[in-house]
């Protein structure tokens, strides 16, 4: 099953309307689309929102997912061992209020289990990329931060902000 | 004694982001807010707020929400208000400051790695603690750089 997710209540169309096209080309392969406020597509089951929960279970059973390339998404592919496809929104399309989602888009493109398509004519090669690098074993991301970065937030909540904010490592 | 925590993130990534931070708040006394009561069920054990996920041109959801947020801060009187973002966070931090005279974190977002959120960029003014998540965002006056939650 591919799950695609727009994120968020944020319309996304580029990314549903592109996969909706995908998906009316090839009948056989399962889908499911959390589409938010954008418009809905013809040849995908889909929804607008999903609780986490519901979210938590789509990520499980998919074999690939494609998202907008939010930390949301990112983050719960890696913990569930999953191919994620990232097209990230454009401010200039008013797809979202900046374009952190291309800056993160490039910062992240060259971590294991993670493709990119900067832009929509991208994105069927990106998942045929992705579809071919499933079985290849990624590492889970533990569901919890790196223990420095938590020890240090940690002290400042049990000893307070003035002692350590000095530092700099 | 300190301990007796705040956590308010936004959802989807700045939620899931302060998620991977319950290891930080063992063994304290904290409260979560965020902008859905469905993420209640990933803090079990733990007091949960739900807000209006406002943004600052709606004038009349802003209001609500600093209502809401100046009503749990007076009843939870934390000791340390933290946030993952985004603009409840912000406006949360700056109450916490003024209302109550907790002190204050802001990690901005690792969604934001060339430049600052905005909420970020103004967290400077009400945050004790201000941090990002990508080295090359650092200053010499902050926002610093202790590491990340990935």
Known sequence: ?169 | MKGRVLAIASGGGHWIQMRRLLPAFEGMDVAFVSVSPDYAADVPGHRFYPVRDAHRFDKVSFAVLIGQLAWILLRERPNTVISTGSAPGLVCLALAKYLIRAETVWIDSIANCEQLSSSGLQARRVADVWLTQWPQLQGQKGPYYWGAVL
């Open chain 1, 1 to 169: 099953m591919i799950f695609v997710t727009v994120g968020s209540m944020m319309p996304f169309n580029r990314l549903i309307d592109t996969m909706d096209r995908w998906a009316a080309a090839r009948p056989d392969v399962e889908m499911f689309a959390q589409i938010g406020g954008g418009d809905e597509p013809r040849h995908m089951r889909w929804a607008r929102s999903v609780t986490p929960a519901e979210f938590a279970d789509l990520v499980a059973r998919s074999t690939i997912i494609v998202a907008h390339a939010g930390m949301g998404s990112i983050i719960s592919a890696a913990e569930a061992g999953k191919t994620i496809v990232l097209l990230p929104r454009f401010a200039s399309l008013k797809e979202h209020t900046t374009d952190h989602q291309v800056h993160t888009a490039k910062r992240f493109m060259n971590r294991p289990g993670i493709h990119i398509a900067m832009n929509d004519d991208e994105l069927a090669e990106a998942i045929d990329a992705a579809m071919a690098s499933v079985g290849a074993t990624h590492q889970l991301l533990p569901r919890t931060a790196p223990d420095a970065f938590v020890a240090r937030i940690r002290a400042v909540l049990l000893n307070g902000a003035s002692a350590p904010q000095t530092n700099r490592s």
